[in-house]
């Protein structure tokens, strides 16, 4: 809705009203034309400002709508009319113009923003372009270049920049509304041509299709196989090579491929799914918005290894003192080094001062004893956060929240070593802690729901996207990791390459293939941990790991080459080799095609070609398996949690969702059927046996995602 009122006798305030957000759904797209139309009519009203109810612009066309059928008067023709009217429009910019916002407000003669404003055009991160006319409005105003940046980015600017853009007219930190109307009464009458955007040449560039090759170059580089960001580039050139109503033509044309792709879909479903996993739920009943969290002020970090550092860094920057403690001397020195640089190059990113003075640094835990939560970032062992834990039960005020930040270990087990066990939950950081965005809550048995709201409400307050899973060996992330890094390992024993396998996988959109990633990550931290299993350990009798174990396929080619003192990237040699220790740039290593030979000729495997189809369904289907499992057991509470956790924890590609929207896009039944069919070829990894979800959701003729939630509830209740 929009509603419309006379100020001053003669300035028309027309106020969209569509809480939280004033997204342009179909009533507001009403009642803007007619709120417009009745400005224009009535002779009094000689001026015209858009504002949005409760200090908020406008969030951009009405998301959720996109889902079903358009109905409403179009964006478009509404935007032309605004521009075209013979009375001057202003736009009131608070809080946000972002999207259809700020293409509404670019068919307004004049903006006017207030200081804590932000502005952009995020429609690429959901797949789409700024299809109101603002990938063609936007160049004339600012250039080509800037537009670009803003447009594939969908990057949010802050007022002061889009006043040094040329975005707004105007900044103010007054009542923005005030300001706007009356300077909406001093234009009243003036010519208007000059203001209207669509109008205005695109601002030549000294080599035009230099520009847009580059541009369209680095897009593609950074897209992973994203559609958007080539047709934001795309609809910019038409922009700057043709005629406005010609480039108007190529947006909708563009538009049109965008509206109804499958990744314009999945990243919609990202969009709301990150904010579905802020409404948690546990087992109990418990959940988000029955539970209030304990308040924290105080927080304290135990280990100052790479991960605390990230950690201490995240709470200071979020506003929380920390108490930052590490036992041994020279650590201490040197974290609190690395901790103020990194503060410092934050600060500068943000263009904000650094905030120091919040940390205390201290060998000892004393100064712990009046925090409020403490994170315990120790070496992933169990032993030594046993002894943290009881040395926090000891010296901790009552009702401290004890987090344990680790990567699989049991919270049940830690929780059991303290008095309180139900403050203990899990906190699981991706490194580096202070920019990945995800963060999985782990929640035990015993753990409060208090605790679990507190947990969440800190990850939120550290600016991560934090989601609450149960307590199981791995959590949600890493337990499925483990099916998929399987699969790799199984293909390189049949024949495949590491350049092969990741190959596959990086053009299917992940950041990383399985080896690149654990070259990176160190390939001897997964060595150790199996061998703390009894998994990666020589049989006695003929002194090889055996390649069955428990009764399941077991490949120890990984144990094998940190054998070799090849641990990745820190040794200049792991599944590539790199030109010194510590290097970036992996380069094939023929070392690794001897190796894998003679391993296989020891085992008696005959290598065959593998395609890239084998290694994504093998990979990919696996892990799609292990989380059906996940939500079966109730460890991941539904499809979103696991989805947003792949594609912040794990470099999931975006713009397919997560592994369960995959499933879904893909069908339930061809992912059950490859299943069956790579089970058969290989009974002994019992990974590849569709798990009971799965088959039901099969049997039940594959209901879409967002009816999965059902089904489980129908599930449980049967067991
Ligand atoms: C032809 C068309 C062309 C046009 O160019 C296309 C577009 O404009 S595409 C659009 C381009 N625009 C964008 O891409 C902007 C997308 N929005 C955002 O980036 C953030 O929501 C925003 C920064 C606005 C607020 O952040 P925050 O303060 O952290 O708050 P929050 O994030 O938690 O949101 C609160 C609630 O509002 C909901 N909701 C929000 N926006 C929309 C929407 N447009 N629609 C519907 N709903 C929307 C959101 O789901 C949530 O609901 P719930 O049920 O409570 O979970």
């Given at each position: 809705m929009a509603q419309f009122s006379r100020v001053s006798g003669s300035v028309g305030l027309i106020t969209l009203q569509n809480p939280p957000v004033n997204a342009l759904s179909a009533a507001v797209r009403q009642g803007i034309v007619d709120t417009v139309n009745k400005a224009l009519q009535e002779p009094e009203v000689k001026s015209v400002v858009i504002c949005g109810q409760n200090k908020v612009f406008c969030g951009g066309a009405d998301i959720k709508s996109f889902r079903?059928?358009?109905?409403?008067?179009?964006?478009?023709?509404?935007?032309?009319?605004?521009?075209?009217?013979?009375?001057?429009?202003?736009?009131?910019?608070?809080?946000?113009?972002?999207?259809?916002?700020?293409?509404?407000?670019?068919?307004?003669?004049?903006?006017?923003?207030?200081?804590?404003?932000?502005?952009?055009?995020?429609?690429?991160?959901?797949?789409?372009?700024?299809?109101?006319?603002?990938?063609?409005?936007?160049?004339?105003?600012?250039?080509?270049?800037?537009?670009?940046?803003?447009?594939?980015?969908?990057?949010?600017?802050?007022?002061?920049?889009?006043?040094?853009?040329?975005?707004?007219?105007?900044?103010?930190?007054?009542?923005?509304?005030?300001?706007?109307?009356?300077?909406?009464?001093?234009?009243?009458?003036?010519?208007?041509?000059?203001?209207?955007?669509?109008?205005?040449?695109?601002?030549?560039?000294?080599?035009?299709?230099?520009?847009?090759?580059?541009?369209?170059?680095?897009?593609?580089?950074s897209a992973r196989g994203a559609i958007a960001p080539v047709a934001c580039?795309?609809?910019?050139?038409?922009?700057?090579?043709?005629?406005?109503?010609?480039?108007?033509?190529?947006?909708?044309?563009?538009?049109?491929?965008?509206?109804?792709?499958?990744?314009?879909?999945?990243?919609?479903?990202?969009?709301?799914?990150?904010?579905?996993?802020?409404?948690?739920?546990?087992?109990?009943?418990?959940?988000?918005?029955?539970v209030?969290?304990?308040?924290?002020?105080?927080?304290?970090?135990?280990?100052?290894?790479?991960?605390?550092?990230?950690?201490?860094?995240a709470l200071t920057q979020a506003g929380f003192s920390v108490v930052a403690v590490e036992t041994h001397e020279k650590q201490l020195t040197q974290a609190k080094q690395a901790i103020e640089e990194m503060l410092i190059r934050g600060a500068k990113r943000r263009g904000v001062t650094p905030e120091h003075d919040t940390i205390t640094y201290s060998h000892s835990m004393e100064p712990v004893a009046n925090v409020d939560l403490v994170i315990e970032a120790v070496f992933e062992?169990?032993?030594?956060?046993?002894?943290?834990?009881?040395?926090?039960?000891?010296?901790?005020?009552?009702?401290?929240?004890?987090?344990?930040?680790?990567?699989?270990?049991?919270?049940?087990?830690?929780?059991?070593?303290?008095?309180n066990p139900e403050l203990v939950v899990g906190m699981h950081f991706f490194a580096p802690a202070h920019v990945m965005k995800l963060l999985e809550v782990v929640y035990g048995r015993q753990s409060s729901p208090r605790a679990v709201a507190t947990a969440m409400q800190l990850g939120k307050k550290m600016g991560k996207v934090s989601v609450a899973v149960g307590n199981c060996l791995g959590f949600v992330g890493n337990r499925m990791l483990k099916p998929y890094m399987n699969q790799a390992f199984f293909l390189l024993e049949e024949g495949a390459s590491p350049e092969l396998v990741d190959q596959a996988l990086e053009e299917f959109g992940f950041i990383m293939g399985p080896f690149r990633m654990s070259d990176l990550s160190g390939i001897d931290v997964g060595w150790r941990i199996r061998k703390e299993e009894g998994l990666a350990v020589p049989d006695q009798r003929t002194g090889q790991i055996p390649?069955?174990?428990?009764?399941?396929?077991?490949?120890?080619?990984?144990?094998?080459?940190?054998?070799?003192?090849?641990?990745?990237?820190?040794?200049?040699?792991?599944?590539?080799?790199?030109?010194?220790?510590?290097?970036?740039?992996?380069?094939?290593d023929p070392w690794m095609q001897t190796f894998l030979n003679q391993y296989r000729a020891t085992h008696g495997l005959v290598p065959r070609r593998i395609d890239p189809k084998e290694v994504l369904e093998r990979c990919l289907y696996a892990l799609i398996n292990e989380g059906f499992q996940t939500l079966e057991e109730g460890i991941a509470a539904a499809p979103e949690d696991i989805d947003v956790i792949y594609v912040f924890g794990y470099s999931w590609p975006q713009h397919r969702g997560g592994p369960m929207f995959y499933a879904d896009m893909v069908g339930l039944e061809k992912i059950m059927d490859r299943l069956e069919h790579y089970h058969q070829a290989h009974p002994d990894v019992p990974s590849l046996q569709p798990c009971n979800l799965l088959r039901k959701l099969v049997a039940i003729g594959s209901p879409p995602i967002h009816k999965w939630s059902q089904v489980m509830k129908t599930l449980r209740s049967q067991l």
């Open positions: 079903g059928v358009m109905t409403g008067p179009p964006l478009i023709p509404m935007i032309h009319a605004i521009e075209a009217s013979t009375k001057p429009v202003v736009a009131a910019i608070e809080g946000i113009a972002l999207g259809g916002g700020l293409e509404l407000a670019l068919a307004c003669h004049y903006r006017i923003s207030h200081t804590k404003a932000r502005l952009g055009l995020p429609e690429v991160t959901l797949g789409l372009l700024p299809a109101a006319a603002g990938s063609q409005r936007l160049p004339r105003l600012i250039g080509i270049t800037a537009a670009l940046d803003l447009i594939t980015t969908g990057r949010h600017v802050t007022a002061a920049e889009a006043l040094q853009l040329g975005i707004v007219d105007h900044v103010t930190d007054q009542n923005t509304v005030d300001v706007a109307l009356k300077f909406a009464s001093s234009v009243a009458g003036k010519p208007l041509d000059a203001r209207r955007i669509s109008l205005y040449p695109c601002p030549p560039s000294d080599d035009t299709d230099a520009l847009f090759e580059e541009a369209m170059q680095r897009v593609r580089r580039v795309q609809a910019v050139r038409a922009a700057a090579t043709l005629p406005y109503a010609q480039g108007l033509e190529r947006e909708k044309e563009l538009m049109a491929t965008l509206f109804t792709s499958g990744q314009a879909r999945a990243l919609q479903y990202s969009f709301f799914a990150q904010r579905a996993v802020g409404r948690w739920s546990m087992p109990s009943g418990a959940q988000w918005d029955t209030e969290p304990l308040p924290v002020q105080k927080t304290a970090v135990i280990g100052l290894g790479t991960m605390g550092r990230g950690i201490v860094v062992d169990m032993v030594l956060k046993e002894k943290v834990f009881q040395q926090l039960s000891a010296v901790c005020k009552p009702g401290t929240l004890l987090c344990t930040n680790t990567s699989g270990l049991d919270i049940d087990h830690l929780a059991s070593k303290t008095p390649r069955m174990q428990k009764g399941c396929r077991y490949s120890p080619v990984g144990d094998l080459i940190c054998e070799q003192g090849r641990f990745g990237q820190k040794t200049g040699q792991g599944w590539y080799r790199y030109d010194k220790p510590g290097g970036r740039v992996a380069r094939p």
